[in-house]
């Protein structure tokens, strides 16, 4: 059974433009979260989707957002890229929100110049 | 606001010793608490599950203790060995999964 795959897995963006990141979960699974990861912040929550609708999002600016199509598969948009936006982007499938167990994908690295 | 803190920030030991890793958390009110493990530059891989209910689990060399009452889970690693070496990171979750910074560990040979 396939696990979480992101896409692209480097990524390389000048300041001021925009990107946007693919996440698909494990067959099955129908949450996804999306975190951002960084040496000084560490693991932050950005967004979770179920069911195609967002249903928990963290401390993040409007200018990263999401969203979820039928298939469960996830995309998050970053606009009006900053050098502080540089990070490994992990995503986490699970069955269903709140089920125990969440599996990541080995994420994507965004690299702002 | 659910906080997770994870002392200390890196280890070195040398192979074969015994270790633990600490994790605390600041809201007791979780659904579990989870250990992962993250090789540079790549994604987690989950080590252990420990449900609210549950006190410990144990995988191979691994056990996972939690006590949701003072806050704390501890990760306990049997006969280090070098591909120990990783970082290693606790999360809580609630409504939404909070992590750790994480310990770095270094297992010398």
């Known amino acids: 059974k396939a696990g979480v795959t992101q896409t692209p897995r480097y990524l390389i963006k000048t300041r001021g433009q925009q990107v946007t990141l693919s996440c698909s979960p494990i067959?099955?699974?129908?949450?996804v979260s999306w975190y951002q990861q960084t040496p000084g912040q560490g693991l932050q929550f950005l967004f979770e989707?179920?069911?195609?609708?967002?249903?928990n999002k963290g401390n993040f600016p409007g200018r990263f957002s999401g969203r979820q199509f039928s298939n469960s598969r996830s995309e998050m948009n970053v606009s009006t890229l900053e050098l502080g936006d540089s990070a490994l982007y992990l995503c986490?499938?699970?069955?269903?929100?709140?089920?125990?167990?969440?599996?990541f994908g080995q994420g994507t690295r965004l690299t702002v110049v | 606001k659910q906080e997770v803190t994870q002392i200390p920030a890196a280890l070195s030991v040398p192979e074969g010793e015994n270790l633990v890793l600490n994790c605390s958390f600041t809201?007791?009110?979780?659904?579990?608490l989870q250990w992962f493990r993250q090789d540079p530059g790549k994604g987690l891989t989950s080590l252990l599950l420990?449900?609210?209910?549950?006190r410990e689990q144990t995988s191979g060399r691994l056990n996972a203790s939690l006590d949701k009452s003072s806050g704390r889970s501890t990760l306990y690693i049997a006969a280090s060995q070098p591909g120990d070496s990783a970082t290693y990171l606790c999360?809580?979750?609630?409504?939404?999964?909070?992590f750790g910074k994480g310990t770095r560990l270094h297992i010398l040979p």
């Open positions: 420990i449900q609210s209910s549950q």
């Open positions: 989707y179920f069911s195609e609708t967002q249903r």
């Open positions: 067959s099955g699974h129908r949450s």
């Open positions: 999360a809580a979750r609630d409504d939404k999964i909070i």
């Open positions: 809201d007791s009110a979780i659904y579990n």
């Open positions: 986490a499938s699970s069955l269903v929100p709140d089920h125990p167990e969440a599996f």
